[in-house]
């Protein structure tokens, strides 16, 4: 089992019934709203374009709305990427039958064979995340402050390959999210955008 670690700079507990209290008020608040219309609201029709059998008429008008959507900010670079390598590597990640450390590795290392020009670990686990919530978290900064502020940052992520940290992030995100009762990794990714938003100042006494 992964042994997880607590920085002393990793700022105040977010315990799993916070996280969860946090998620429930901000869903009925609307604090929600803006963040995930810009990243989840089209994900039941962005996943259709990731079926294996629609890959081969994707477009790269529809790539460039997935790498936005992803939070992806370096279009231009990502818009280089001819499109048929695009839908290549996109099949590998979804689709091939190697091992997920080794598709991972391929699609965000740099170097790797997949690799796409302006994309790494953040647009890579969030197409998994599109195509099965249920599986796969999101790996960006927001996920990793979650994880500290939680207490159950995996001591092995300084290290590796970046395939194998996934899964030891996976494995902390899956028992983060089981404790929390959140219904999906989305519920998740959205939780860790909550508590990484600076909070609002308060007034100065009088």
Do not use: H
Not at 77 to 106: H, M, Q, T, V
Not at 160 to 177: C, V
Request: glycine content about 8%; proline content about 8%.
């Amino acid at each position: 089992m992964i042994q997880p670690v607590t920085s002393p700079k990793s700022g105040p507990q977010s315990g799993p019934a916070e996280l969860r209290r946090l998620y429930c008020e901000a869903s009925e608040s609307g604090a929600l709203d803006a963040y995930r219309k810009r990243r989840w609201a089209r994900a039941a029709e962005f996943s259709g374009w990731l079926e294996q059998d629609a890959l081969t008429a994707l477009e790269p008008a529809q790539a460039l709305r997935l790498y936005r959507a992803s939070g992806g900010r370096d279009a231009p670079a990502f818009s280089a990427n001819p499109i048929e390598e695009l839908r290549d590597s996109l099949d590998f990640l979804l689709y091939d039958n190697i091992k997920l450390e080794g598709r991972f590795d391929e699609c965000a290392t740099p170097g790797g064979a997949y690799r796409l020009a302006g994309t790494g670990r953040e647009f890579v686990s969030w197409l998994l995340c599109l195509r099965n919530p249920a599986l796969f978290c999101v790996w960006n900064g927001n996920a990793e402050r979650l994880l500290r502020r939680a207490g159950a940052y995996p001591g092995t992520m300084t290290r590796g390959p970046e395939g194998i940290r996934y899964l030891d992030l996976l494995e902390a995100m899956s028992r983060l999210r089981a404790q929390s009762g959140l219904p999906d990794f989305i519920a998740l990714d959205e939780t860790a955008w909550l508590t990484a938003r600076p909070k609002p100042r308060q007034p100065k006494p009088a």
